[in-house]
Nanobody
Framework: QVQLIESGGGLVQAGGSLRLSCAAS????????MGWFRQAPGKERDIVAA????????YYVDSVKGRFTISRDNAKNTVYLQMNSLKPEDTAVYYC???????????????????WGQGTQVTVSS
């Protein structure tokens, strides 16, 4: 069992930056693939970025490529999402998620993730 707790959300102006953190409990964290999803009001929860168990492979949705960076520190049981050049359309609740799939293959599916955090609100003002 893995418990995930996100932090780092908030209100920022367009063009600004935020770094989200996801702290995981459990000694098995390092064996899990991790992902960040987001859900805007009235929309589906969609993948933003994903990272393999070792950090060696990553995935980004096209809309955040070059602006967001996912990383992990297995010694600290933490995964991060550095978000730069934020846009109003990035406004959403961001969720951290874990999967027993250790590698990143293709477009990560929401259904593949077994563990979820409670979410953290990111609001980007124009």
């Amino acid at each position: 069992q893995v418990q995930l707790i996100e932090s780092g959300g908030g209100l920022v102006q367009a063009g600004g930056s935020l770094r989200l953190s996801c702290a995981a409990s459990g000694r098995t964290f390092r064996s899990y693939g991790m992902g960040w999803f987001r859900q805007a009001p009235g929309k589906e929860r969609d993948i933003v970025a994903a990272i393999s168990w070792s950090g060696g492979s990553t995935y980004y949705v096209d809309s955040v490529k070059g602006r967001f960076t996912i990383s992990r520190d297995n010694a600290k049981n933490t995964v991060y999402l550095q978000m730069n050049s934020l846009k109003p359309e990035d406004t959403a609740v961001y969720y951290c998620a874990g999967t027993v799939a250790r590698t990143v293959v293709g477009v990560p599916s929401r259904a593949a993730y077994d563990y979820w955090g409670q979410g953290t609100q990111v609001t980007v003002s124009s």
